[in-house]
T-cell receptor, first 115, second 111 residues
């Protein structure tokens, strides 16, 4: 399909393990966002890319979280030394334009469970 | 600090009647407001948006109203259908910044 694709859909990690979550945005989309959604909550902003540039990472909860988008397309969110509080759905969204484009398309998310 | 708030976690409406979902925000500088619909195990899907310079936007059965003086927006669905049953998220966007989401309202449309 032509939508935002995230993998894996589900990930179970042992506490202390490193994980990498992948996002394939819609082809040609300039902007890419990562969100964290805890159970019963709305999505919380993590970080924003415009092409390959990470313009805002103010939402990353700790230095264990790292995101990259080296070629301005696929993005990876990496969480090092996972903790139980990292358990959440991680959503990726992309939009065609840069600032001011209002419609962001979301992937299905990756549900991370840290045990 | 919750900049976008949805104070009703759930709402039940009879099929064919109007559904009204409410959202309040705190930052008067927001440029756009959006509603997203989310089914279980899926990502949010864009539904409708409104610019801060407008007070109403309509798209088929969906209408969003913006009251800037009250910092309040609402989504009206008329007539409501069982397929509308989902979680609805209100979001606000500040140009040059990020989306802020509310905590969602779970709508159940009863056949």
């Amino acid at each position: 399909g032509a939508g935002v694709s995230q993998s894996p859909r589900y990930k179970v990690a042992k506490r202390g393990q490193d994980v990498a979550l992948r996002c394939d945005p819609i082809s040609g989309h300039v902007s890419l966002f990562w969100y964290q959604q805890a159970l019963g909550q709305g999505p919380e902003f993590l970080t924003y890319f415009q092409n390959e540039a990470q313009l805002d990472k103010s939402g990353l909860p700790s230095d264990r979280f790292f995101a990259e988008r080296p070629e301005g397309s696929v993005s990876t969110l990496k969480i090092q030394r996972t903790q139980q509080e990292d358990s959440a759905v991680y959503l990726c969204a992309s939009s065609l334009g840069s600032f001011g484009n209002t419609e962001a398309f979301f992937g299905q998310g990756t549900r991370l469970t840290v045990v | 600090d919750q900049q976008v708030k949805q104070n009703s976690p759930s709402l039940s409406v009879q099929e064919g009647r109007i559904s009204i979902l409410n959202c309040d925000y705190t930052n008067s500088m927001f440029d756009y407001f959006l509603w997203y619909k989310k089914y279980p195990a899926e990502g949010p899907t864009f539904l409708i948006s409104i610019s801060s310079i407008k007070d109403k936007n309509e798209d088929g059965r969906f209408t969003v109203f913006l009251n800037k003086s009250a910092k309040h927006l609402s989504l009206h669905i008329v007539p409501s259908q069982p397929g509308d049953s989902a979680v609805y998220f209100c979001a606000a966007f500040l140009v040059g910044n990020q989306f802020y989401f509310g905590t969602g309202t779970s709508l159940t449309v009863i056949p």
